[in-house]
């Protein structure tokens, strides 16, 4: 997986990890807007860098798009 390191609004550094639509192999729910993001679909995962544990234990799946359009959404619901 390529990998990036980019900085959020929040301040933090965050690793970014795009996954490619063959190794997308579980359905995940993307935390930007709380679709879901079907197997076999390219996005990226997330994860806060500066975690004691790496970060690793809080990384989500996002859609490319909602990741990069972060700073711009407002919340998202749950219904």
């Given at each position: 997986m390529p990998r990036r390191v980019g900085?959020?609004?929040?301040g933090y550094d965050y690793e970014v990890r795009a996954v490619a639509g063959a190794h997308a192999a579980k359905v995940y729910r993307c935390p930007g807007c709380d679709?879901?993001?079907p197997i076999a679909t390219p996005h990226v995962v997330v994860w806060r860098i500066?975690?004691?544990?790496?970060g690793i234990a809080d990384r989500r799946h996002w859609?490319?798009?909602c990741?990069?359009?972060?700073?711009t959404r407002g919340?998202?619901?749950?219904?």
């Open positions: 900085l959020g609004a929040d679709h879901e993001i500066d975690d004691g544990d790496g859609h490319t798009p990741w990069a359009a972060r700073d919340p998202t619901r749950r219904a």
